[in-house]
Every structure is written in C-alpha cells, then in structure tokens.
C-alpha cells in the first residue's frame, strides 16, 4: 500500500476528493492531513470521512523535525500540497526530496511565485486580459512555485469571468485531474 500524506490550510476540498478517490484502492490510501490551522474546514471533511487531521504549531513547521519524524513513522511515500498555506523548510525537502508535490491555480510559469495564491491568482489572470487559465501540478522545490512541472489541464477565461467564477472552473478541474495525476505517479 503506498501511503499519501496531504498538507492542507483552508477548504480542504481537494483533500477531500483524493481522500474520496483512493478510499476503496487497495494501492493507495491517504494516511493523514496535516495542517497548520486548529479551525480549517479541512478538520470538518475529513472526520466526516474518518481520516486522521492533525495541526502542527508554527514553531514545529519551521524546525521541521517533528513533521519529519511523524511522516517517516507513518511510512509516507508521497506528500500532496492541496492549499497549504505555509513554507516548506528545506529539512522536509531534502527528507522527502523528488516526493512532494504542490498544485497551483494557474498555467505556470504564469501567476506564479511568492504572493500568488487563491484569489490573488484568478485576479492577476483576469487583469492580464489572458484567455486562458488553468491548473499545474508540480514538484516542490525551495523556489515558490518553481520545480519541474508534472501536469497541466487549461480552461477558458470568458470575458464575463469574475475571480469567483474562475476559481469554480479550476476547482473542477482540480478535483477531475489531481487525483488521477496521484495515481499515476505512485504506480
Ligand atoms: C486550490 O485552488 C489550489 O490550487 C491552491 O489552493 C486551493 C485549495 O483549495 N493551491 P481547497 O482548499 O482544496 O478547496
């Protein structure tokens, strides 16, 4: 059984979606959420689906240790960004070098880097006038939103688009792709 640990900030719907997709593989579990907010709503989806969520303080994200030690004893083979909210040190970087991934709302290398994320991101698509967006998937790295892409799925950016209408676009296709790009790299 290869095991996915998810780090997650806000909403928590694409921890939910994986979590939905894998829960009856028997190649492929989501073993933990770890989160660095006591009152994110991703707690609330994911004990309505019995999945363990745990917050880490700040002080134990930056040392990096403990996160470390609790990955490695739940024998985690891939760690999934989906909305966290927070670096990641380098120690977890090199302990989980080459498995960690992130997804971002946008078509790297456009709006991408420190400052862009959530709403920030569909804006920056919108004032550019572009007339396309969409989502990347990539592996992490020290640099923000820099390491080597591993998929991309695009929409379409209708003139009418607001941020909120964008977003609703992006999430469908992050939860229509994320997970089947999960299952693909640990196969
Ligand atoms: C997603 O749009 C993702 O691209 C970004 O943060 C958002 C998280 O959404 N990194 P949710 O919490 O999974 O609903």
Known sequence: MKRIAIFASGDGSNAEAI?????SSDKICVKCVLS???NARVHDRMSAIGISSITFS????????EIVEY????QIDLIVLAG????IEPPIISA?????INIHPSLLP???GPGMWGRHVHEAVISSGDSQSGITIHYVTEEIDGGEII??????????DTPETLAEKIHELEHRYFPKVIEHLLQ
Request: proline share 0%; glycine share 4%.
């Open 58 to 65: 700040k002080a134990s994200w930056q040392s990096a240790t």
């Open 110 to 112: 456009r709006h991408g």
């Open 71 to 74: 990955l490695d004893q739940e």
């Open 96 to 100: 989980y070098n080459g498995r960690i």
């Open 84 to 87: 966290f909210m927070s670096k």
């Open 36 to 38: 660095n907010r006591q």
């Open 19 to 23: 979590a939905r997709y894998f829960a």
């Open 151 to 160: 998929f991309q799925a695009s929409c379409d950016v209708a003139s009418d």
